[in-house]
């Protein structure tokens, strides 16, 4: 009797132990995968994302890591897998939702993209990025109403980043609201001075009233912070 649970101790400590090196090496693959992927050494990023996987292959957001690795790749039909299973573990992940809508997107889904991006706004509708993600997706689809929307919330949720008003002043120019485009592309240009695009907007905004004078300028603004970028 004594022999048998001594065996049964030795079985559970040998366990125990196992089950603690397991942890350890599951947590050093995953550090040392966010560190390749940080430094976008993707390709090996995953291998270590395989390799914690491996060990505890429950872990939900070690498949959306690894599907961002490969959606960096560009290996598009393998990351929505990745995405897949991280929403199969975790229904309320909305970051696998917006980088899955992102892959579909690139795979010329623009609609299933959407109802993705719609999802991971319902788990996190105050995320600025998810925002302008579907407001891009609109603006491709020439939905420039839908676009706006998204555009002007993402503006009230962060006034200091380019893309809201940017994208903003788009979609109000596709509107031909000249104007209100004007006021969203000078907002731009406030927070980022060297940005082209806006000068190139705010050109064609001009041309467009016949104040020809004005649009030289802003193209030719345009230029010069072109060639400053490239330099």
Known sequence: ????????????????????????????????????FESEDYINAKLYYDSA??????YAIAYLKRGKSLYAEAKLQD????????????PTNASAFNYRGDTKILLN??????????????I?????????????AYLNLDSNQLALNDFK????LNAT???????????????EEYDSSQAYFNIATAVDSLASSSYYYRARINYNKDIYDAA??????????????IK
């Open 109 to 122: 889904d623009t609609l299933a993209g959407i109802r993705d991006f719609d999802t991971s706004i319902l």
């Open 161 to 175: 980043k380019y893309d809201a008003p940017f994208y903003a002043g788009v979609a109000h120019f596709h509107l």
């Open 216 to 229: 030289l300028i802003e193209i030719n603004k345009a230029i010069t912070y072109i060639r400053f970028k």
């Open 1 to 36: 009797m004594l022999k048998k649970l001594l065996a049964v101790l030795a079985i559970t400590i040998l366990f125990a132990s196992t089950t603690s090196a397991q942890k350890k090496y599951f947590i050093t693959y995953l550090n040392k995968a966010e560190k390749l």
């Open 53 to 58: 996987l491996k060990i505890n292959p429950k």
């Open 79 to 90: 990351a929505i897998n990745d995405f897949n299973t991280c929403i199969f573990l975790d």
């Open 153 to 156: 919330f993402a503006y009230s």
């Open 124 to 136: 996190n509708p105050k995320n600025y990025y998810y925002r302008i993600d579907r407001g891009y």
